[in-house]
């Protein structure tokens, strides 16, 4: 009878330890950062860059002053094949928010030594209008809550380029600089 007592005994302690370590869920240690959640339940970190805003004179947005992100380097090092789903678990400050308000993915237009994507044209005081631009915005369905303060993002049918993903900061009004993570699909 008492060995059953202990046996019952170190099984309990043996799941008290173990069950919260298992239990637990990986997420980006910082804002901004995101992972690849595997098909085998690893992780593998995307690139973080940081992103330069640009403005000024824009022939190829027909634009007087257009906003610009640019991004060094013409190609990220975290590739993907297409036609594969991807999961991104995405670091935000916390997961209260809808993610489609907070987070962007941007598909870029890659040149040898940088990424960029036009975020909006201001064209005032022309017969131009001014606007955002939505059109090199990857549009996602939703997201869920991953852990206390990620989302995890499911993207299907990417085409074949660069793309960024950026989280805005909703408690923050002046963001200071902007960190993108950075993928591929070949």
Same mark, same amino acid.
């Given at each position: 009878?008492?060995?059953?007592?202990?046996?019952?005994?170190?099984?309990?302690?043996?799941? +008290?330890?173990?069950? #919260?370590?298992?239990? !637990?869920?990986?997420?980006?240690?910082?804002?901004? /950062?995101?992972?690849?959640?595997?098909?085998?339940?690893?992780?593998? !970190?995307?690139?973080?860059?940081?992103?330069?805003?640009?403005?000024?004179?824009?022939?190829?947005?027909?634009?007087?002053?257009?906003?610009?992100?640019? *991004?060094?380097?013409?190609?990220?090092?975290?590739?993907?094949?297409?036609? /594969? #789903?991807?999961?991104?678990?995405? %670091?935000?400050?916390?997961?209260?928010?809808? #993610?489609?308000?907070? *987070?962007?993915?941007?598909?870029?237009?890659?040149?040898?030594?940088? %990424?960029?994507?036009?975020?909006?044209?201001?064209?005032?005081?022309?017969?131009?209008?001014? %606007?955002?631009?939505?059109?090199?915005?990857?549009?996602?369905?939703?997201?869920?809550?991953?852990?206390?303060?990620?989302?995890?993002?499911?993207?299907?049918?990417?085409?074949?380029? /660069?793309?960024?993903?950026?989280?805005?900061?909703?408690?923050?009004?002046? /963001?200071? %600089? +902007?960190? +993108?993570?950075?993928?591929?699909?070949?």
């Amino acid at each position: 009878m008492k060995k059953y007592n202990l046996s019952f005994l170190i099984l309990n302690i043996f799941l +008290v330890v173990n069950l #919260p370590l298992k239990a !637990q869920i990986n997420e980006p240690d910082f804002v901004g /950062e995101s992972y690849l959640l595997k098909t085998d339940g690893s992780f593998s !970190q995307l690139d973080k860059a940081i992103g330069n805003f640009t403005s000024g004179l824009s022939f190829s947005s027909n634009s007087f002053n257009a906003l610009s992100l640019e *991004i060094d380097g013409g190609k990220a090092q975290a590739r993907f094949s297409s036609g /594969e #789903p991807l999961q991104l678990i995405v %670091r935000a400050v916390d997961n209260d928010s809808d #993610p489609l308000s907070i *987070i962007t993915i941007y598909k870029f237009k890659a040149k040898k030594s940088t %990424r960029s994507v036009l975020i909006s044209k201001d064209n005032s005081g022309t017969l131009m209008k001014s %606007r955002t631009s939505s059109k090199d915005i990857v549009l996602f369905n939703g997201g869920k809550k991953y852990g206390t303060s990620s989302y995890l993002i499911t993207l299907k049918g990417l085409a074949t380029g /660069e793309y960024g993903i950026i989280v805005s900061n909703p408690n923050s009004k002046d /963001e200071k %600089r +902007v960190v +993108v993570s950075c993928f591929a699909i070949d």
